[in-house]
């Protein structure tokens, strides 16, 4: 469980975090969803400490990680695992270096042990057998796998994905977001997903927070994001067509 | 920024790892650009040199002392850093704003890995390991080259060039040539990584940060060059 408690961010005098109070529950794929440019990006970054709030505290199953100092960060950050936006793959290693490079970095494990957990987690993605590719030579969707790999490599205890499914197409969008859900409820972590696609909200969002003007507008889940009342949520929620059609369909049945 | 730079790294053998793996980027890669500019530059002093000489009274050995003082002075360690400071400067920084804005360097922060020192430290340590060995290389090209460019011109004899290389040589002029290339080294990747490491947006201001990199870098190293000079051969 993570919980923020009272965080603001501003950049050069601009505030783009207001006071935001949330918990992000274990073993749920909690998502944090908002138009563009509303300070989702940057509430994960705080969380995760790639920007420093100013004021507010962060809890990682009640360690304080604002009041801790480098080497203690760097440990709670064994137990995070990240997905990028565009995945961040280590462009110079093949795939199983990536996958290998947290493991041989702040583990004791044997080469074999390394290479065991390494294919478990590349099977876990469906990438088996593509051990030798160089990130370069992978599709978007491949290499959002490869960083879910990455990212699990460790055992995660809170796994963060940024846009897991910017740049690509809807079918692949699905396999992600299943990848990210079936992988959240069989390891118990707690997930953290930033995304504005409505697909993935209806798709995987046990927990959801809307942020609106660097404001927690409103929390709920799948099920009553499609009913809530408020203006900016249904304005959302329904900003595509195909929403917009599903609506009217829905309501001349109704 | 140092600071965090010489930390101990999170592993030793990733460290001596990376460490070799930029000795061949930024040493024994450079060593063609090197070696084509030490022998023209070393070629070009010896010309010149011989080319002024009027004046009976000068020795016919001078053409090869001064081009062995001006080589091991100034030409090898200022010129080459100068050179190294655009070719390992701009690769430098290039490569870790990349990582920068593709956010691999997050990555690296998120997993709990110390980015600054897990990139920077073997940078630095390859510069210190083989610019050195970059200079002295290009100090006997240098000297090889002005050779060459007297005996084809047919300007001096091979004995008489070499009894003016072995003229006054004073071996602190080697230490001080050193000494300079060891800061130039540290000031050349410090200063790079600095620029890809801080940089922001996306690739059109990798590629600034990279310029500003080179031009930072070649005005320092002129500026250490002069206090050096002053320090360790007037004081």
């Not at chain 1, 499914?165 to 990848?179: A, C, Q, R």
């Not at chain 2, 691999?104 to 990139?119: C, H, P, T």
């Amino acid at each position: 469980m993570i919980e923020v408690q009272q965080l603001s961010k501003s950049f050069n005098g601009q505030k783009v975090l207001f006071d935001i109070d949330h918990i992000f529950e274990e073993g749920k794929v909690n998502l944090i969803i908002g138009q563009s440019g509303q300070g989702k990006s940057v509430l994960a970054k705080c969380i995760v400490g790639l920007y420093e709030a100013d004021a507010g505290q962060i809890l990682f199953d009640q360690r304080n990680f604002t009041q801790m100092d480098r080497s203690e960060r760097s440990n709670i950050r064994q137990e995070i695992g990240m997905l990028f936006q565009a995945a961040a793959l280590f462009d110079s290693m093949t795939v199983e270096q990536n996958v290998m490079f947290p493991l041989q970095m702040f583990t004791n494990m044997t080469k074999a042990e390394i290479q065991v957990r390494t294919d478990f987690c590349l099977e876990r993605v469906n990438l088996a057998g593509r051990n030798k590719l160089m990130p370069s030579e992978c599709s978007g969707g491949m290499q959002k796998r490869v960083g879910i790999a990455r990212a699990i490599a460790m055992n995660p205890r809170y796994l963060f994905c940024d846009e897991p499914n910017s740049g690509l197409d809807p079918k692949t969008s699905i396999v992600i977001d299943k990848l990210i859900r079936d992988i959240t409820h069989e390891y118990n972590i707690t997930t953290v997903v930033i995304t504005h696609d409505m697909n993935s909200v209806m798709e995987i969002g046990d927990h959801i927070l809307f942020i609106h003007q660097g404001k927690k507008w409103w929390e709920g889940n799948r099920h009553s994001i499609i009913n809530a009342s408020n203006p900016e949520i249904e304005s959302f929620v329904y900003a595509s067509s195909f929403m917009k059609e599903i609506r009217s369909q829905l309501q001349k049945k109704a | 920024m140092l600071g965090v730079v010489f930390a101990r790294p999170n592993r030793w053998r990733f460290f001596w790892k990376h460490t070799l793996l930029e000795i061949e980027q930024i040493g024994i890669n450079s060593l063609p650009i090197v070696a084509l500019m030490s022998t023209f530059m070393g070629a070009v002093i010896a010309l010149q040199t011989a080319s002024s000489m009027e004046s009976p009274l000068l020795p016919d050995y001078t053409v090869g002392f001064i081009t062995q003082s001006s080589t091991i002075l100034e030409f090898s360690p200022t010129i080459i850093s100068l050179i190294l400071a655009g070719k390992v400067g701009s690769n430098v920084a290039s490569e870790i704003g990349t990582m920068r804005v593709t956010e691999q360097i997050d990555a690296l922060e998120i997993m709990g890995v110390n980015s600054l020192n897990f990139l920077v430290l073997p940078k630095i340590t390859a510069a210190f390991v083989f610019f050195p060995v970059l200079v002295i290389f290009s100090m006997a090209l240098s000297m090889l080259g002005g050779w060459l460019a007297l005996l084809v011109s047919d300007l001096t004899t091979t004995e008489i060039y070499i009894l003016g290389v072995r003229s006054f040589f004073n071996p602190f002029h080697i230490t001080y040539a050193l000494s300079k290339t060891l800061v130039f080294g540290f000031l050349i990747v410090s200063i790079s990584s600095f620029f890809g490491y801080y940089v922001k947006g996306g690739s059109l201001d990798v590629g600034k940060a990279s310029t500003q990199a080179v031009v930072s870098s070649s005005v320092a190293i002129l500026i250490a060059n002069f206090i050096l000079t002053q320090l360790m051969l007037l004081s």
